[in-house]
């Protein structure tokens, strides 16, 4: 499995951003796909979550409300859509996958097996 993220750029703060991430590979019913972010200096944290086949989702209480994880299957395309951003959201942001879904969804990058390359997203002030 293959995954190439896209989409990030240099925003002010309050502005919205779809980030894309493409899926090359086999999925099945038991695919989930994660987003993650990491800022200089700072751990690699969870953002969102989705079931591949399904509407299951999970989000970080940090994000709640204001981005969205969707897909789009016939595209083999995930998305993360970022409203209202703010300056603590900048950091690369990383698509992720692996096979399961856990209650509360998977939080812990070293659940998932599959990463794309990171896309930067930068909220200034």
């Known amino acids: 499995v293959q995954l190439q993220a896209s989409g990030g750029g240099l925003v002010q703060v309050g502005s919205s951003l779809r980030l894309s991430c493409v899926v090359s590979g086999r999925t099945n019913s038991n695919y989930v796909m994660g987003w993650f972010r990491q800022a200089p200096g700072k751990e690699r944290e969870f953002v969102a979550a989705?079931?591949?086949?399904?509407?299951?989702?999970a989000y970080a209480d940090s994000v709640k409300g204001r981005f969205t994880i969707s897909r789009d299957n016939a595209k083999n395309t995930l998305y993360l859509q970022m409203n209202n951003l703010r300056p603590e959201d900048t950091a690369g942001y990383y698509c992720s996958s692996r096979e399961g879904w856990v209650a509360g969804g998977p939080r812990r990058s070293s659940e998932y097996r599959y990463w794309g390359q990171g896309t930067q997203v930068t909220v200034s002030s």
């Open positions: 989705t079931r591949w086949y399904g509407g299951t989702t």
